[in-house]
Structures are given as structure tokens and as C-alpha cells.
């Protein structure tokens, strides 16, 4: 490598630079040869940009990305999401190489969770048995008794014996539903989810006043006030499910926008429409959209797996205290 070569990657890894491509490159074909070169596999999350679903090996929800990072034989992760999605897949895979295209992807609900935080509000409820969803670091994984995903939080949650008190952190949006879903009593943390709580109930209902025909379905990380007019309450996953099997022609999706693709695939027959927010944040549509997951691009992908950077470290006493909880979850849900 050159010295420029050197200094461009240094410069990368610090956030300053963006990554550069030469004229006339297949980004596809390039980054399809260097995940073989490199034996790697690349997990993308729903919500993730158009080309990176086509090209991933694997696209899913928390869990499906989570059960996958825990198979794979591959040499190299490079997970295509956000932070806290390669952080989990570190901890299940210590041994392999973990990379992320951009570490600044970060997410609301585990940035509203700071571990220091997290810490003196377990203090003050030590009987608690802690349930924490997936969307928070690996830092409140380590202080967690069992982890939870959209797609098994209920199981998880009866699976707890009916006498122990429950704490659930950080999604209060998720943990009212399962309040309300289990019959369980819970403390939940204050934190939320800035992709679920910008849907407008009122534009919501002028559209299904203008679309009869339609479903409403919506993730549950989505405010007490969207879910009660929903058809339908599901993960990303589900809610994919849900249109694909669904006798109706029309559905109107109150999630992150970038799953629209996986539903325009599965189900090309039907009609998808975005549920609208309360107003255009300049994404160029209506509709809700994670600036976190759309900081990763097929450029970004293609430099991360080149230079196998950024790579994510984790402190070792934190990997190994947050792989308990998750290899609980696992246990439980499959």
C-alpha cells in the first residue's frame, strides 16, 4: 500500500473521508469478488438502501440477522445496518471479523439508553428481571437478563415465571404493547424510536378514507395512538408475511420505508403504500425514513470489505457478559 493509499485509509476510518471509487468499476461485480476473495458474508437489514438488499447473501429482521451471525462459517461479517446489529453479531461470533460500512450508523433507541444511566436505574430495582430489546449496545446487553426482538418479545416474555418483576428497556412504545399483549406489569425506560413516532394519525386516516380497500399494519415500535387503528401489529418480518399472505390488494405500512422493497419482491401483485409523516424531513417522500441506515451505500460497502474496515472491537468483559443474554434469547425463541 502507498503512503497515499495509507493516508486515505486512515483518513476513512476517521469519518473524513468518503469513500472513493475508480471510474468504470462495477460496484456489484466488485464487491461480489471480494466477499469470495475474502470468504465473507454480507447481513443487511430491511431497512437498508435498495442495491445493499440485492446484494446481500442475507436480509432480515433483528433476529434473523441475529440466528444468521451466530451460523455463518464465514471468515468476515460485514453487517450492512446499524451499530448495534454488528455489535450483537461480534458478541455472537468473538472470534471472527466483524465490519460495519459506516460507524457513525447509529439508532436513536440505543443512544436514548446510556449504559451509565441504565446502571443507576437498575440500582434503584435490583429484584427486576431485565428484559432489553435488541436495539441498544452491547454495554446494556452486559447489564441485561434476557434480550428481546420485535419478533419474539412476547415469547420471551411469557417465558418469564408470572412472580418476577420486569424491567424492560429501552423501547417504551414496544414495551406499552406488550404490557397490553401479555397481561405482564412492566417498568419500562423512557426511550423511543425517532423512525416510529413521526407517522401523522391524521394523514394516516384521510388515507384510509380515500383507500376503504386497504390494510393498516404497523411495527410495534410505533406510538399507542397508530397501533390502535392498525389491522395488523407486527416485526418487520411479520408485516412482510402479513402482505405476502393477506387476501387484500393494499396496505398502508407504518415502518421505516426501506422495507418496501422486500414487500414489492415477495408480493409484486400487491399495491404498498408508506404510511405518511407528520412532515417531509427532505428524504423526498412523506414517508418515514432512518437517517442512520441510509448513511451505508454500496461505495461504503465496497471500501469496508477492500480494507476490512471499520472493524468493530468490543471491550472482552463486555462481549462475554452480553453473550449470555443473548444466547438466552436464542434458547427461548429459536
Known amino acids: 500500500m502507498s503512503s497515499n493509499d495509507t493516508l486515505s485509509l486512515s483518513l476513512y476510518k476517521k469519518g473524513y473521508l468518503s469513500p472513493s471509487m475508480p471510474s468504470g468499476v462495477d460496484l456489484v461485480q466488485a464487491i461480489l469478488r471480494l466477499k469470495k476473495e475474502k470468504n465473507a458474508i454480507i447481513l443487511a437489514h430491511y431497512y437498508q438502501i435498495d442495491a445493499i438488499q440485492a446484494i446481500a447473501d442475507i436480509v432480515g429482521d433483528s433476529l434473523q440477522l441475529a440466528q ?46 446510556p449504559a451509565d444511566r441504565f446502571k443507576v436505574f437498575l440500582q434503584k430495582h435490583p429484584d427486576h428481571y431485565v428484559v432489553s430489546y435488541i436495539n441498544c449496545t452491547a454495554e446494556i446487553k452486559a447489564l441485561s437478563d434476557v434480550i428481546c426482538t420485535s419478533s419474539n418479545a412476547l415469547k420471551i416474555i411469557e417465558s418469564i415465571p408470572k412472580d418476577r418483576p420486569i424491567l424492560f428497556a429501552p423501547d417504551k412504545n414496544l414495551g406499552r404493547y406488550l404490557i397490553k ?50 389491522d395488523f401489529i407486527g416485526s418487520t418480518a411479520k408485516l412482510i408475511d402479513y402482505v405476502k399472505n393477506h387476501s387484500s390488494k393494499m396496505f398502508i405500512v407504518a415502518t421505516e420505508a426501506g422495507i418496501l422493497y422486500q414487500m414489492k419482491k415477495e408480493a409484486p401483485q400487491k399495491e404498498v403504500i408508506p404510511a405518511p409523516i407528520l412532515e417531509d424531513k427532505g428524504f423526498g417522500c412523506h414517508c418515514s425514513i432512518c437517517h442512520y441506515m441510509k448513511m451505508n451505500t454500496m461505495e461504503k460497502l465496497y471500501a469496508c470489505l477492500k480494507h476490512e474496515s471499520p472493524e468493530i472491537i468490543l471491550d472482552p468483559k463486555i462481549q462475554a457478559k452480553a453473550l449470555l443474554p443473548l444466547q438466552r434469547m436464542l434458547q427461548v425463541a429459536g
Open 181 to 230: 399483549t401479555s397481561g405482564r406489569d412492566m417498568l419500562l425506560w423512557d426511550g423511543a424510536c425517532i423512525v416510529h413516532e413521526t407517522f401523522s394519525l391524521e394523514k394516516i386516516l384521510a388515507l384510509q378514507k380515500k383507500y376503504p380497500q386497504a390494510q393498516f399494519i404497523a411495527h410495534p415500535e410505533s406510538e399507542e395512538h397508530i397501533l390502535a387503528i392498525a
Open 68 to 113: 444468521r451471525a451466530a451460523q455463518t462459517d464465514a471468515d468476515i461479517i460485514l453487517m450492512s445496518g446499524v451499530r448495534f446489529m454488528a455489535e450483537t453479531a461480534k458478541v455472537l461470533n468473538p472470534s471472527k471479523k466483524v465490519i460495519l460500512p459506516d460507524l457513525k450508523a447509529g439508532c436513536s433507541l440505543a443512544d436514548a439508553c
